[in-house]
């Protein structure tokens, strides 16, 4: 039986290399002191200096971190009762599905431009507020998929016990059914977060023309466009750090179900 | 079930209002748009025609999307090549390792898009890693020009959307009744058989349901044409970009987004048509088994 797990240990070698090696090729990048991929000229933490000093990079992670924290609060309520709401229905109903199912699928390019248009011919004036507005769409999707999966393995009859005895729909919501969820509920909300602050396309249509509003997605698009750039090394590994660590904590939290 | 006769309908109809408000409506005001047409100034002047659409099967415009179509196809036909193999090692590995290994082969599709595209720039350039480790071993002539390349560009979108189809195949592999493998191979089928017969018949749900996934997102994908093709190799993605934020005509912008999303919706039923009889297929060879 050994030797038939050496296959599949080869190929699970070079795909998780392939995944794997360019990400860590940035970060090995972004403590090089010469910030070149050509020659290593020593370990340095001076590009992340520099980030420090850059005002455009931190007002960036300012409009991010405003955007995420904003989007995920609104879309962890949203999407949580709307988990509760499709999960208590006696029958599927097959638009629901398909309304909380949509934001997943439709390609980023088309609900980006069509969120412009819409701002645009009721006169909004674009900024935070409206990429706050549009992030909440794919972010409640996902807090209510995560929910829905927890949701599924509930059960019920505690909450049929929890009113024989006495207690309130509310009182039964808060003492049975909420802290029972609750694992998937920060989980979900820990995936808004890190979809929201990597979230580019749609910020990129609904934040306007202003400087006012850029986020960090945007700022390194603009910087990397045009070549490397040695900052964009250390920016880059701040923020996967930061999404892996929300990501890890999400998982951990909801560990009976698999990601 | 008495606890939520407390109103389904009421749990879920913020999130409902919200994306109807600012989902529905806004793709139905471009369904609208793109049968209109671009006024002088750049406005929209509401002269009910199918010019769009007409403009859209013009050859310059057809040929874009035939060429995206072209990319898309062979990203979705490369990670599938690349997702299947992963995705079947790791059902073969001990069940306490899977989660964590399927953790990790999706974590990166979490992550930021830009930077995982960025990554490829860095490696792909001509002063980059690759013609470095070149020149190291040896090779003296003029640096490749890998970046900029459709190979770049196709290099790019597997590399993003790879985790996905991982994700998707592993999830209908790990269904599968291991006790169809065994029955195939009492009845005296080799590996090689079983696997062509019953394994991967039975996979193709996943296999489609990542496939289509990868095709629809690089079709309509404009950062990794502009990032790793140079702005060179224009996707509909990036034809929908240009209508919008530089020449300025919505009305043709929009048809073109409307043709992707109907493009979608039919490979997503496709696709559901095909999970339907994979299953039912299943159903089916778990009763004779």
Request: proline fraction near 7%; charged fraction near 5%; charge should be neutral.
């Given at each position: 039986m050994r030797n038939s797990r050496i296959p599949g240990r080869l190929v699970l070698t070079a795909v998780f290399g392939f995944l794997y090696l360019p990400v860590a090729v940035l970060v090995l990048l972004s403590f090089?002191?010469?910030?070149?991929?050509?020659?290593?000229t020593g370990f340095s933490t001076k590009w992340y200096g520099a980030l420090l000093g850059n005002g455009k990079i931190l007002g960036a992670a300012g409009n991010t971190l405003v955007v995420a924290v904003a989007a995920t609060i609104v879309s962890t309520i949203l999407g949580t009762l709307l988990a509760l709401g499709m999960e208590a229905r006696a029958r599927k109903s097959g638009t629901l599905e398909a309304i909380a199912f949509a934001p997943m699928v439709i390609p980023d390019i088309v609900l980006a431009v069509a969120l412009l248009s819409f701002f645009s011919k009721l006169n909004v004036t674009l900024g935070l507020h409206t990429i706050i507005i549009s992030h909440v769409i794919f972010d409640l999707a996902f807090v209510c998929s995560v929910v829905r999966a927890r949701l599924k393995n509930f059960d019920y009859s505690v909450v049929e016990a929890s009113r024989d005895l006495g207690a309130s729909g509310w009182t039964t919501f808060w003492r049975i059914t909420f802290p029972s969820i609750m694992p998937a509920v920060i989980a979900g909300a820990l995936l808004a977060f890190t979809l929201s602050v990597d979230e580019f396309i749609i910020s990129f249509f609904t934040a306007?023309?202003?400087?006012?509003?850029?986020?960090l997605p945007m700022q390194i698009y603009s910087m990397i466009r045009f070549g490397i750039t040695p900052e964009v090394n250390a920016l880059a590994t701040l923020i996967m750090g930061v999404s892996a660590t929300a990501l890890l904590l999400s998982q951990w939290l909801n560990r009976e179900q698999l990601p | 079930m008495s606890y939520n006769a407390a109103r389904p309908n009421l749990l879920a109809a913020p999130a409902v209002l919200w994306l109807v408000a600012f989902m529905i409506v806004p793709c139905a005001l471009i369904l609208l748009f793109a049968f209109f047409e671009r006024g002088v100034f750049g406005g929209i002047d509401y002269n009910l025609n199918l010019d769009n659409f007409r403009r859209v099967a013009d050859p310059l415009y057809a040929g874009i999307f035939l060429r995206s179509a072209r990319i898309a196809l062979t990203a979705a036909g490369l990670a599938i090549l690349i997702a299947y193999p992963a995705a079947y090692a790791i059902t073969r590995a001990l069940p306490t390792r899977q989660p964590i290994l399927l953790f990790f082969a999706v974590l990166p599709f979490w992550s930021n898009y830009l930077i995982r595209t960025y990554a490829w720039i860095v490696l792909l350039n001509r002063e980059g890693l690759v013609n470095n480790l070149l020149r190291g071993l040896g090779y003296h002539g003029e640096?490749?020009?890998?970046?900029?390349?459709e190979g770049a560009v196709i290099t790019g979108l597997v590399y993003n959307y790879l985790p996905f189809v991982i994700l998707a195949i592993y999830s209908t592999l790990s269904k599968l009744n291991p006790e169809l493998i065994e029955a195939s191979r009492d009845l005296g089928a080799g590996p090689v058989r079983t696997f062509l017969r019953v394994t991967l018949p039975l996979s193709l749900s996943g296999v489609a349901a990542g496939g289509v996934f990868v095709f629809i997102l690089s079709i309509g994908n404009f950062v990794t044409p502009a990032l790793l093709g140079g702005g060179r190799f224009q996707m509909v993605g990036n034809l929908v970009y240009d209508q919008f934020l530089?020449?300025?005509d919505w009305p043709f912008g929009a048809a073109l987004g409307m043709v992707l999303i109907t493009l979608m919706i039919v490979l997503l039923m496709l696709q559901a048509h095909m999970t339907a009889r994979a299953s039912g297929e299943t159903r089916g060879a778990s009763a004779d088994a």
């Open positions: 090089n002191e010469s910030g070149l991929p050509t020659t290593w306007g023309a202003g400087r006012g509003s850029t986020t | 640096p490749l020009s890998m970046l900029y390349t530089s020449a300025n």
